[in-house]
T-cell receptor, first 112, second 117 residues
Framework: KQEVTQIPAALSVPEGENLVLNCSFT??????LQWFRQDPGKGLTSLLL?????REQTSGRLNASLDKSSGRSTLYIAASQPGDSATYLC???????????FGTGTQLKVEL | EAQVTQNPRYLITVTGKKLTVTCSQN?????MSWYRQDPGLGLRQIYY???????DKGDVPEGYKVSRKEKRNFPLILESPSPNQTSLYFC????????????????FGPGTRLTVL
């Protein structure tokens, strides 16, 4: 059974700092991995989708990497801003590809 | 604007009173799904649909029903709600199911916070 873990569970950084969020998965046979952002009391917003054939995907200040062999993905946020404060979730397809299994999440707070 | 909408956003009800949470997407997506989110348990799939008239159970389907009569709509029905169904519910959609090579971005609705007394 695929298990997805995110470390750290919570992170507080000063504005402007570069930071890395980690996602680990136990079954490396994945087709893709997706990073989401969730603001308190709101829905999930997709940030980046990395295909299994890709090593990296970039969008603005965000860069996600994928290492299937080691079962890891990282989300790099450059020059963090208070508006980046949210919970970040990674997810991989499971259940025969019919659903997403989500990680435990990292709650990020960027302070002024 | 491409979006997934859910209604209502907030609902307080009593045990046993049937309710429906609506979900609609405007992207002509084939795949739609319902999740619930609970503290300490994360997001868990309730039901999913691959296309019109094609639905199947997820991880926690007990106490829920769904239907997919039109491509854009995927309502979640609680025939006899109980307090253990108090949760935050999300509808999601994508062009195709998540586990395909060259997979597709999943779009989520804003959520429905349900409280069953």
């Amino acid at each position: 059974k695929q298990e997805v873990t995110q470390i750290p569970a919570a992170l507080s950084v000063p504005e402007g700092e570069n930071l890395v969020l980690n996602c680990s998965f136990t079954d490396s046979a994945i087709y893709n991995l997706q990073w989401f952002r969730q603001d308190p009391g709101k829905g999930l917003t997709s940030l980046l989708l990395i295909q299994s054939s890709q090593r990296e995907q970039t969008s603005g200040r965000l860069n996600a990497s994928l290492d299937k062999s080691s079962g890891r993905s990282t989300l790099y946020i450059a020059a963090s801003q208070p508006g980046d404060s949210a919970t970040y979730l990674c997810a991989v397809p499971t259940g025969g590809g019919n659903k997403l299994t989500f990680g435990t999440g990292t709650q990020l707070k960027v302070e002024l | 604007e491409a979006q997934v909408t859910q209604n209502p956003r907030y609902l307080i009800t009593v045990t046993g009173k049937k309710l429906t949470v609506t979900c609609s997407q405007n992207m002509n997506h084939e795949y739609m799904s319902w999740y619930r989110q609970d503290p300490g348990l994360g997001l868990r799939q309730i039901y999913y649909s691959m296309n019109v008239e094609v639905t199947d159970k997820g991880d926690v389907p007990e106490g829920y029903k769904v239907s997919r009569k039109e491509k854009r709509n995927f309502p979640l029905i609680l025939e006899s709600p109980s307090p253990n169904q108090t949760s935050l519910y999300f509808c999601a959609s994508s062009l195709r199911r998540p586990g395909l090579a060259g997979g597709d971005t999943q779009y989520f609705g804003p959520g429905t916070r349900l409280t069953v007394l």
